[in-house]
């Protein structure tokens, strides 16, 4: 179904395998060898799990956010290294001539940069465990995600399938980016490391000006409460949504009708997974959750 394009191809890291784009397994050995610079910022993130929102935020911390820079798009002052497949006019965006090229827009970044990819531990470039940049990671409860990524694949990838099938999909790790728990939790052990942050969508929704103080201590600024505030209103899901940088309203440019229909602003809740899943997928849900957690101590979404 439209999923196939998918998963096409598979990559073999260890013991386990990452599903990845034919895109991306094309250009692996470009993106092994990135240069990474002490002063880059990372956000990494599964999809679907507030990379935008938290983008946003770093952007805005370690940049001017009242600057006419921080009115470009997101994905110009904060390239998405492995952004796939084709731009809107049908290029692929490896592509020199590409206007949306990412490699070009990384390379013409200019310090510090801000960078955004959904690779997991394993396929990010080598350099980072080296290097050690500032990683921002953020996750989010799986069956929210797994509900926000349908919208986006029916809507953005043609996906046409049933929603029961794509939690199917979901649930067997044969989703783009997945295994969504080892990327999860590979980060998660990582966490009392320096030069990453450690954060829950869970917790911007319910103290964002907390989240702001914290992302600000981990980036080292000083930030007064009058830009806590300041930013923590900029952030809210109803000004992200106002915002043509953030909003990515440009996905409707791409030419299918539904793309013309996808909101990427949708609805920013927890718990939306309570409108979707039935009694049978949120107990698959609970088991393969207790499947990788097991032994673990990922104290989050305990409320299985
Ligand atoms: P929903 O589809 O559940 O609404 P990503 O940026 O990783 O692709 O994540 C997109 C999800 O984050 C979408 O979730 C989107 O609405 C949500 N999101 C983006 N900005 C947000 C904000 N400021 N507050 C709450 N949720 C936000």
Known sequence: QGLSIHISSFLKVGPERVIMSSFFTDLYSKYENFPVYQDDTWVVTYPKSGTT?????????????????????????????????????????????????????????????????????????????QVKPKIVYVCRDPRDVCVSFYYQFIKLHGYKDTFNHFVQLFLDDIMLYSPFWVHILNFWKMRHEDHILFLRYEDMTKDLAAVVRQVAAFLGRNVNEEQVSWLTHHCTFEEMSKNPAVNYDTFRMAPTQEAKEIKFMRKGKVGDWRNHLTEEQQKAFKQWTLKYLQGSDFPYYQDY
């Not at 798009?73 to 049908?90: A, C, I, M, Q």
């Not at 490699?103 to 970044?109: E, P």
């Open 53 to 129: 929102w938290a983008q946003e935020l770093v952007w805005c911390l370690i940049k001017d956010p009242k600057s006419p820079e921080a009115k470009l798009e997101l994905k110009k002052r904060f390239p998405f290294l492995e952004d796939p497949g084709l731009d809107t006019t049908g290029m692929r965006k490896d592509d020199p001539m590409c206007p949306g090229n990412t490699w070009q827009i990384l390379h013409n970044l200019s310090a510090p940069r801000t960078i955004k990819s959904h690779l997991p531990k394993e396929l990010l470039p080598k350099q980072i465990w």
